[in-house]
């Protein structure tokens, strides 16, 4: 038997390989292992939201601004859908011309018949809700089918050096004023004018229907129904017409007298030797069943002191627009109480 020396024993104190090890515990992972399994936990955590003012703010406003647009989209897509709910042309009754008018453009006509000449402009505000395109489409049908006439005019400028300016103004043509004598909803007198008679006053003109509108919103509120329209044309007709036929009947008659009981007639006034006629009178029904009317006068910074305090003396209702009043001379400017009976636009 080979004998062992203690200092064999001690130079090899691991066991063997191949020897079992028992009754011992395993040993601790090393530190670079423990080390890779804690990366391995994080990675795998979910992440944890950051508190961020500024990013939260940015957020908010993003969010807002994409409400915003959608809210700007949707108003579209309900005025577009607005602007297709109108009939189609298909579905509107012939009439005796045989065309097939919509409602907007049958008052179109009516109203530019009353006033002989409207601006584009003042139509589109006034019946169609400023939906400029609307209006271009009738207005392009209804050239086509010569009810109407489109001139593009200058614009005043009463001596001052500025751009000339351009606006469109609508006439009927002379088919629509007999078609609208015989198949419109006229009242009682109303009549109807049609082409362009003075280019140079046709912004002042155009005027009188803005100044006419103002006025019916007044006279409905306070009961009035029905208005009709005449025209400075109509009344200085009537009121020649009324002075040639006395001085026929009574040729050694005075005419100052003549003059008197024929302004009398027509209610209205006289002054300088002088019927004074208005741009526009509206005559329209009382809730009693009288008849109610007013005469307007639609002044320009062209009108000297003396010309509007007459209109305003006749009892006329002044309009002008927000621009000429601005442009008023200082005698007018100084006249307050002549300023307030100035009715703007």
Known sequence: ?????PLDYSR???PQPDRPVTGRTAEPPSTEVSHQARLVELRNQPTRPVHNPKIERNNGSRELNQSSSQNTHLQRELE????????QRNQQPINPIGLQLRPEEKKLLLEVGKFRVISASDLAQSLYAGNDGRLKRDLLYLRQNRLVDVHVLNARRDGRAEDVKRFEAITL??????????????HEGQRIYSGLVKPREAEH???IYRAYLKETERIEREGGRN?????DFELKANAQRGTYLARRAEPERDAADIKAEIAQQLNLAVMGNKIVIPDARIEYDLPSGATGQIDIEVATSAYRHGHI???AQAGFRLYMSHGDIGRLGAAVQDDHDLMSEILDF
């Open 1 to 5: 038997m080979d004998s062992h020396s």
């Open 12 to 14: 090899d104190r691991s």
């Open 80 to 87: 577009r859908s607005r602007a297709e709910r109108r009939k």
């Open 173 to 186: 043509t002379k088919t629509a004023r007999k078609f609208i004598e015989k198949n419109g909803e006229l």
């Open 205 to 207: 003109d155009c005027q």
């Open 227 to 231: 208005p009709r329209v005449k025209l």
């Open 309 to 311: 305090a007459g209109k």
